[in-house]
């Protein structure tokens, strides 16, 4: 009997060892990714672990200071295994040249669903010069960054869609001085989505572009249409500025805009905020805020897809064809194992768990309605009963999405839970956008030129930009030349010219025409 006893108890001691040493073998992935509101207890992660059989690490860094942040861990030496990083960032190359970037080839032929996820064109596009791709792009298709407003004020006081920006100043004096909300002091006429932070200038597109300038744009030359320049060396840059500048003056920009770390729209959802920028695709979630914070309030959203400016110029948001977003990247810290490992997830995520990676859980996050259509129930509600099933984690853990999570279908289960009359109005405007939006001519390229230069220049446009909307006295006439001097201190002129040599004007433009 004693003996039974010794054999069941070394028995189970030999269990217990071998669970432990087999959670050992369990491959960790280490990810350094961008997200705001991360919960690191949502229960999305679990299920992916266990789905996947690999434990994921999330080191999460707010919007704003994500690119500084890995620039920073990448430049230390302390690799995690995933980062996002785009084509079109100056580090891209260097990251590439110093061996940091893992190629991906031979993963993208094993894992078929990951490579077919994506047209051969695109891959062809993020071929690096040695014939290798290193980062799993990611293509969001339109976004287009778009004026939202706040239609049942304008209707209240009788404010017809506005259409140019003297307009859009009038509604926003409008909301300043009556308050159709009833809010008092509180009461923001406009915030742009975000207000400060990495692109954060990008956000405010909606108010220069009726000037002939968004963010970083490469546009024809007014003077010979067949050469690229970059919008803001245009003169009508100075025009959109001071139209800036003469909003935060009169304290219809918010006054935090350039300065706060917080996000601009997170004002908008609590009700408080007459405009935003943003895109159309989300409207239902911003709604959905504004009435939890308003219940009474008989929200409504309207979107103006470009303002016209005083000279005649037609606005509209920026598309660049290809454009990519922070992309995936496997970083050399990964071993061969924890790169396949990173790939089985991918693959996972793109055909089996699709369903959790759109819409989440059953019963929890959404239903399944006699027509048998699955619909996500919303934020707030999923929030105040379930908040570790935050949707909003699912775009967090969601880490290298494929083209086909962001189009705005109903074959697409992410917009299942939107109205047909919100679905019909944002596919309207969404039509619109073809017809207002500007071409950039920009190019996912590691041309040392534009590698090496084009984020000082960047920089330049960023600082110039804030000095002129913010500096009171600041002499946006005078300083305009020693402007156009530092942007050529920073090369401009061979970026312009890389820009040039690379882009095929023709052939972009029947793109964007289909």
Known sequence: MKKFRFLLILLLLLGVVGSLAAQDDTVTLNILARGDSWDPDNFYQPQIEEAVGINLEYRM???SEYVEVRNVTVASGD???SIRVSPREGVYAEYIDAGLLRPLNDLLDQYPAVRDAFPPEVWEANTYSDGNIYHIPRITGSYPITIAYRKDWADQLGIEHPTTTEEFEAMLQAFQEQDPGGLGEVMIPFVPNRLSGSGFIGWIDPILSPFGVNYMAWVPSPDDPSQLILSHTLPSFKEGLVYARGLYEQGLLDQTWGVSEERGLFKFYAGIVGATTDWPQFSHLRLEAIQNAFPDANAEIAYITGLTGPDGTQGGPIYTPNT???GTALTTAATDEEADAFFRMLEWQYTDGFELMTMGVEGITFDVGEDGIARRRGRDAILEENPPYDL???DRVFFAEPPAYFDY???NPSWNDVTDE???YVSGVLDEVTDTRVVSYNVNTNDPAIA???????SVVDEFTVQAILTPGFDIEAEFENFLAELEQNR??????AMNNLNDIEAIDAIAAG
Request: charged share 25%.
């Open 452 to 458: 090496d230069n084009l984020q000082a220049i960047q």
């Open 79 to 81: 690799l995690p295994d």
């Open 61 to 63: 860094i707010p919007s």
């Open 409 to 411: 279908t109903r074959q």
């Open 392 to 394: 909003y984690m699912l």
């Open 492 to 497: 401009l002129p061979e970026v312009t010219e």
């Open 324 to 326: 990519q977003d922070l």
């Open 422 to 424: 919100m679905f019909d």
